[in-house]
């Protein structure tokens, strides 16, 4: 377009084309093109609205931030109360809750399946109301008292997730949800604050709250909250839905994020088998959930169900176990990680907590023993917070006996002997021992073998300990040079086993590049950082080259991570292992282009509806969704006779089954790679 176009056009055409970037960057998780690209455009709109302020509007998105800092809030009457939700615990309280719904709809005691359910996570965040009036973002407030809430419209303004403007032919339209931190920025933040000396969040929805409701809205912006929409309110125009699982979908198509863990079920076991699944898969989620949300699907059972005091009738929170209890402390060891770190663990007197019984947590590190005054024979409270490793959170004074002990890291390491070390201003202390040390070798063998990184199924614990004790692995590469007799003849293995772990190591053999530079274990390079370095790098060997000025071209890699990954490579010892896993027949398999699917239609995906279910091997959710969108299909939440492919996973649920049950095709990472791969442009 041309400078002398109308500014009022070229205006409304940068907003449209911002707002499409900005939600595949922030909500698809799938950048559309290089932010040097967005910057661009955006600098642009900027221009433009400050030569000609007419052009300026509210929902631009130059005015996300901008508003001046406030003394208070304001307060918003909702137009319908914001209601809470009715709670159960155990699995009678869900039948009871189930019969009761059957029951006020004169449904027939027998039919058990009678209810269809949408079924989502309850986040573990705060409840907002967004309304927006002939499509623009006009009011965001908080839940407040239910009936008054908290006018917080510039501060959700920030929140990259929340639409300013939506393509709805309406008046008016107020969408529910709840804003919230996901679980690695809430772990940035932290550390942001760690390294300021400021005052650390307890957890992600402290963190959210406090975000939410900063009076300077720069604050909020750089705190990166997220939202989820879970609700719509009725009001005077007919919605466009007659289910709630609709309206999700076509809020979905308004680009409001909405999760992908929703689905549809039938009958309290549905309900029952959906929270056991998502308990399941609690702790890998991106965020923390307290619970699942159950609510009749049907809007017109909804209705004629209706409310009891202050929660609907046709929705129920399942919620999870409690997460913190008490007990006592009755000694503290130290463990020696992958790394060499010393980590020290409490030994606890066993205790039931988030579900499982509990017997070690983790105490961090000394400095934090000391900030926490933790000592043996104290009582402590332990948690089991999103990630699965329980921690020890502090210590009830009152309860402390006379004859405490406190705790000193140990000079040596209590596995090899070599000397402890701990390095200016670090808080970890440190095994000297290296790949010398039994411990170090013995973690960095399981990290390999690990779910995520190489997935050798069978090579848990106990078979590493055998494994190194006996000399007979000193290095991954080992484990590929392994004679099928060795294993046979280790103790308690099973002529069986014994060739399900060798077939296990044997089909590791090709790996994505993603996955194998994650199995190395480089110290700083986490899944998500190994997968940003194949997608640059694209090959192994053009990786180990790559100097620390290169590698901080890779999206999120500064120069700490591109020091432990120029030093893990320039290493003799790593790059031997590497050369004997190469020369082991470990083949690392480089990723497809799956960012370049965009650029054609795919002739096997443009218009198909997809279903994503399980664990990908290679593929998050949301990058196969991004991918999928891009070639221009659509990714339903739930299955049905529409469905064109079911896309299954490691521990695929009931939606794998709902498509057997309906004959739907059901392929797997590899198939859809391959169908991606038709749609990329010969090059
Ligand atoms: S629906 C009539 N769905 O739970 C109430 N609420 O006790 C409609 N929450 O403060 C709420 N996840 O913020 C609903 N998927 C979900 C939810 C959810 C979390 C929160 C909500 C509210 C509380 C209700």
Redesign the pocket.
């Known amino acids: 377009m041309t400078s002398d176009a109308d500014p009022f056009e070229r205006a409304a055409a940068l907003r449209v084309e911002l707002d499409r970037q900005a939600y595949a960057y922030h909500v698809l998780d799938s950048p559309l093109v290089p932010d040097a690209e967005y910057d661009r455009l955006f600098r642009e709109l900027q221009e433009l609205e400050r030569a000609h302020p007419e052009c300026l509007a509210p929902d631009s998105p130059t005015q996300r931030v901008g508003a001046a800092p406030s003394t208070a809030f304001g307060s918003v009457v909702h137009r319908a109360p914001m209601?809470?939700?009715s709670n159960a615990f155990a699995d009678d309280e869900v039948r009871a809750f189930d019969r009761r719904v059957r029951e006020g709809l004169d449904i027939d005691a027998a039919a058990v399946d009678a209810i269809e359910y949408a079924v989502?996570?309850?986040?573990d965040g705060l409840?907002v109301s967004l309304t927006y009036v002939d499509g623009v973002l006009a009011i965001g407030a908080t839940?407040g008292d239910g009936e008054t809430g908290e006018d917080v419209t510039a501060n959700l303004r920030t929140v990259q997730a929340v639409p300013l403007r939506i393509d709805a032919q309406r008046a008016r339209l107020e969408v529910r949800g709840?804003v919230l931190m996901r679980k690695r920025d809430f772990a940035r933040l932290n550390a942001e604050q760690r390294a300021r000396g400021e005052r650390e969040f307890v957890n992600p929805r402290n963190a959210a709250a406090g975000s939410l409701r900063q009076l300077d809205t720069r604050m909020t912006a750089a705190r990166k909250l997220w939202f989820f929409a879970?609700?719509v309110v009725a009001e005077d125009e007919a919605l466009p839905a007659t289910r709630h699982s609709g309206l999700m979908d076509w809020l979905a198509g308004l680009r409001f994020p909405v999760t992908q863990e929703r689905a549809r079920v039938r009958g309290v076991e549905g309900l029952l088998d959906y929270y056991r699944a998502i308990g399941a898969q609690r702790a890998a989620l991106p965020y923390d959930i307290d619970g699942v949300?159950y609510k009749v699907d049907e809007l017109a059972l909804q209705q004629r169900l209706g409310f009891v005091s202050r929660?609907?009738r046709f929705?129920l929170?399942h919620k999870f176990p409690a997460e913190e209890a008490l007990t006592e402390l009755i000694d503290i060891e130290v463990q020696v990680g992958r790394t060499g770190a010393l980590t020290p663990v409490a030994r606890l007197k066993p205790v039931f907590v988030g579900g499982v019984t509990v017997t070690n947590a983790t105490l961090h590190n000394e400095d934090e023993i000391r900030r926490k005054d933790v000592r043996i024979g104290d009582t402590v409270s332990v948690r089991r917070a999103g990630d699965v490793i329980p921690e020890v959170v502090g210590v009830v004074l009152a309860r402390r006996p006379v004859d405490t002990v406190e705790f000193t890291m140990p000079a040596r390491c209590p596995v090899c002997d070599s000397a402890v070390l701990r390095g200016e201003g670090e808080a970890i202390s440190r095994c000297s021992g290296g790949l010398f040390c039994a411990a170090q070798r013995k973690q960095a063998l399981l990290h390999f073998a690990s779910r995520r990184a190489m997935d050798i199924e069978g090579l848990g614990e106990k078979l590493v300990d055998q494994l190194v004790d006996a000399g007979l692995v000193h290095t991954p590469a080992d484990l590929y040079r392994l004679p099928l007799d060795a294993l046979r003849a280790l103790e308690r293995m099973a002529e069986k086993s014994a060739g399900n772990v060798a077939a296990a190591i044997a089909a590791s053999r090709h790996p994505t590049l993603a996955r194998f530079l994650f199995a190395l274990g480089i110290r700083n390079v986490g899944e998500t950082t190994a997968r940003d370095l194949a997608r640059h790098y694209r090959s192994l060997g053009a990786l180990m080259e790559a100097d620390r000025e290169s590698l901080q071209q890779v999206l999120d890699v500064g120069p700490v991570v591109a020091t432990s990954i120029a030093g893990f490579f320039a290493e003799a010892h790593n790059r031997e292992v590497i050369e004997a896993l190469l020369a082991a027949g470990v083949v690392p398999q480089p990723l497809p282009a799956l960012e370049d699917a965009g650029a054609a239609s795919a002739a096997g995906i443009a218009g198909k509806t997809f279903v994503l279910t399980g664990t990908l091997p290679g593929l998050t959710r949301d990058e196969a969704r991004a991918s999928i969108e891009a070639a221009g299909g659509k990714v339903a939440g739930s299955v049905s006779k529409k469905t064109d492919y079911v896309v299954a996973g490691d521990e695929a649920g009931s939606k794998l089954d709902e498509a057997r049950m309906l004959g739907l095709t059901i392929i797997d990472e590899a198939a859809l790679r391959a169908l991606l791969g038709t749609s990329r442009p010969a090059r």
């Open positions: 209601l809470s939700l989502e996570p309850k986040f409840a839940r709840e879970y609700g949300v929660a609907p929705a929170a």
